[in-house]
């Protein structure tokens, strides 16, 4: 099983701190690195940072958010950390929510699905070397009534894989249709189907198979004797994600584990942080919401969880370490790599 961590999003964030993280985890074999995008750094600067300070480990968006770029300018930049990180560099997409792109953006969130397949679209017209011709119900090139041509990319035709963070049914439908590959959150290999299935009908729909999609999964890691302690640190991240990762309407993650089976609990625990009982929302919070959704408890019970992951067709985890104590973050990263080489 591959692995991938994560860097960025947020300006707090120590440059320096993670070039020599993603160097130490490029030397122990990690094999991805996704820099996010919150409301604090762009996705790309850091990997363009990263390329020249690197040179196996593959450079990815995680993600890049369609509302803050037009379609060709997500190309064009695609393009240009494909060319300086040598053919490293892997284009990730989302929609986001309506509170990042309405809020933040200024952007208008209605119909996310068609706007990601319009970028999409466009995006590989551009890599394809085509002249950007385009008439979607959000995006149309050259724009009608103007001045404007179709214009070619200066860039020769390029094969960069698009992988989509997507988690609404119809969203992981077109994922297995149309992606290279998948990057998951609020998985968990109990209840694989919830996102499995969905990816698994898109791809037998255009012809492929689930595993022609290479299969990403976020997985929260806290390493420990004191099990109930890991358990209980991890409930207010369950509970923000509960209740504040989207809208009181729009809230995919949320969404996510109510098709896992915890309909009832995401629903419970999504109202007491709307009333702003946020410590009651994380006491809410089922051992099981932290227990099947990540690997917590000592190294064996890390390791059966990892052993859980790959064989639900986890083709690679991106680890999320969250170890307490005063080990630093590559003690806890070359922890955590012991454990996978014996899965």
């Known amino acids: ?18 070039v020599e993280f993603v160097q130490k985890a490029e030397e122990w074999g990690v094999d991805h690195v996704w820099s996010a995008e919150a409301w604090g750094q762009d996705a790309v600067t850091s990997l363009a940072f990263l390329a020249p300070q690197t040179s196996r480990i593959k450079l990815g968006t995680g993600i890049m958010q369609i509302s803050a770029r037009v379609p060709s300018m997500t190309a064009m930049t695609a393009l240009s950390l494909h060319q300086i990180s040598n053919g490293r560099f892997i284009l990730g997409l989302g929609a986001s929510g309506p509170q990042v792109v309405e809020g933040l953006h200024g952007a208008d969130y209605r119909a996310p699905l068609t706007r990601l397949k319009e970028t999409v679209d466009i995006v590989r017209m551009g890599f394809r070397g085509e002249k ?9 090139l050259p724009r009608p009534g103007g001045e404007g041509k179709a214009i070619r990319l200066d860039h020769p035709p390029t094969d960069i894989p698009i992988y989509l963070a997507t988690l609404a049914p119809k969203s992981l439908e077109y994922t297995g249709a149309a992606a290279d590959g998948w990057l998951g959150t609020s998985f968990s290999p109990e209840h694989a189907d919830a996102h499995l299935d969905h990816i698994r009908r898109g791809a037998e729909a255009a012809g492929r198979r689930l595993f022609d999609i290479e299969l990403h999964s976020q997985c929260q ?5 004191n099990v109930e302690e890991l358990i209980d640190a991890r409930r207010p991240g369950v509970a923000f994600s509960m209740g504040a990762m989207g809208s009181a309407t729009t809230n995919f993650y949320n969404a996510a584990f109510q098709r896992a089976g915890f309909e009832d609990d995401a629903k419970a625990i999504q109202r007491l942080w709307i009333d702003g009982k946020r410590e009651e929302a994380a006491q809410r919070v089922p051992d099981a919401m932290v227990t099947q959704f990540g690997a917590v408890g000592t190294p064996a019970m890390v390791k059966a969880r ?6 639900a067709g986890i083709s690679c985890l991106t680890l999320h370490l969250l170890s307490p104590g005063d080990k630093s973050k590559f003690e806890q990263l070359e922890e955590v790599l012991d454990i996978l080489r014996g899965v």
């Open 1 to 18: 099983m591959k692995t991938s961590i994560s860097v960025g999003g947020y300006a707090r964030d120590d440059i320096k701190g993670t």
């Open 132 to 140: 950007l011709r385009y008439e979607g119900k959000h995006h149309v």
């Open 221 to 225: 890691i806290s390493i420990g004797e």
């Open 306 to 311: 990892f052993e859980a992951y790959r064989d």
